[in-house]
């Protein structure tokens, strides 16, 4: 110090100390924001999920219902039941008459 060279004073140092906390604080205020989206996307999934689950379930139901539906239209006895009720087809050979 004695050649009239002089030390960087404190303040320097506390001004860099000061930046870095910014830093962090900034970093730290990132991982926040990013984990918030993560536990609102967690969420919005979640909830997407259980809403196609209630859909399948409903989806099978019909699928189900639809199928006996199906084996009905297959079987001869149900659709001449169905011919001679709602569209008041006989047999030959057989006498028709209206209720």
Same mark, same amino acid.
């Given at each position: 110090m004695e050649? *009239?060279?002089?030390?960087? &004073?404190?303040?320097? !140092? /506390? !001004?860099a100390n *000061?930046?870095?906390?910014?830093?962090?604080y /900034? +970093?730290v +205020?990132l991982? /926040?924001?990013?984990?918030?989206?993560? +536990?609102?996307? +967690?969420y &919005?999934?979640?909830?997407?999920?259980?809403?196609l689950e209630?859909?399948?379930? $409903?989806? !099978?139901? $019909?699928?189900? &219902?639809? &199928?006996?539906?199906?084996?009905?239209? $297959?079987?001869?006895?149900h659709?001449?039941?169905? /011919?001679? $009720?709602e569209?008041?087809?006989v !047999?030959?050979?057989?006498?028709?008459?209206?209720?």
């Amino acid at each position: 110090m004695e050649n *009239g060279t002089k030390r960087p &004073s404190r303040p320097v !140092k /506390a !001004k860099a100390n *000061g930046m870095w906390k910014k830093v962090r604080y /900034a +970093i730290v +205020i990132l991982f /926040a924001l990013v984990l918030v989206q993560q +536990i609102y996307t +967690i969420y &919005s999934l979640h909830q997407e999920k259980q809403q196609l689950e209630q859909q399948l379930q $409903e989806l !099978k139901k $019909e699928n189900e &219902s639809l &199928s006996e539906q199906k084996k009905l239209l $297959e079987d001869d006895k149900h659709i001449e039941g169905v /011919a001679r $009720e709602e569209l008041g087809l006989v !047999k030959p050979g057989e006498v028709p008459y209206v209720r």
